[in-house]
């Protein structure tokens, strides 16, 4: 029996959460099923709850995102929770930054395939590609590190009040408790537990939300922006 057989059908509240992208939702499940699977992305144990565990638990996210900002999928890994995000939010400007190769190539596709014209992939860790990437007004992450590690990744890479939403488990607060010192140096001013997802996943989707003020990362990725800022202008210059 191959990998792709084992994909459940997608479940009712698929269909509401995607509306007209139900079929680019389909999809997308059957490349993890397959590609995603045969190129080590997920494990195959992954397969039979991929709509509840991965895809559904990150399309919820969309319930707690601004209308029309720009967004960056640290570590995006496979897409999650990317490219469920910009399947529900057209009105977004998403970048999925991934450093692996293999994993950036698969992203390519999936984006050429379901046509996701407002979709860019870039391949790079996030604390290599600050002065490149155009700030943005959310990051957002999955599976990635513990948010201590997370926030100093990606806090940097977010505009004045801007905001990190992380998609989390049961070790949420537990996680923020210990992360509180290194996200107040990283410029965070307000910290938040939400729970998203009611009447579509169960257990609802948790999400840890850091915000941020005027010098996201704090002040010594205030010199680093300034510097990329630099070296970009002298590189326009030539």
Known sequence: MTEAAELPPAPEQARD??????A????????LAEAGVQRGLIGPREVPRLWERHLLNCAVLSEV???????????????????????VREDLKITLLEPLL???NFLSEVVELLGLDHVTVVRGRAEEVMGTVTPVHVVTARAVAPLDRLATWGIPLLRPYGE???LKGDTAEEELKSAATALTKLGAVETSILHVGEGVVDPLSTVVRVEVGESPGGVRFAAKRAKAARTGRARRRR
């Open 17 to 22: 959460v995607f509306g007209d992208r139900f």
């Open 164 to 166: 990190m939403l992380a």
């Open 65 to 87: 995102v601004p209308e029309g900002v720009t967004v960056c999928d640290v570590g995006s890994g496979a897409g999650l929770p990317g490219i469920p995000l910009a399947l």
């Open 24 to 31: 680019d939702a389909v999809r997308y499940a059957e490349l």
């Open 102 to 104: 293999r994993r950036t």
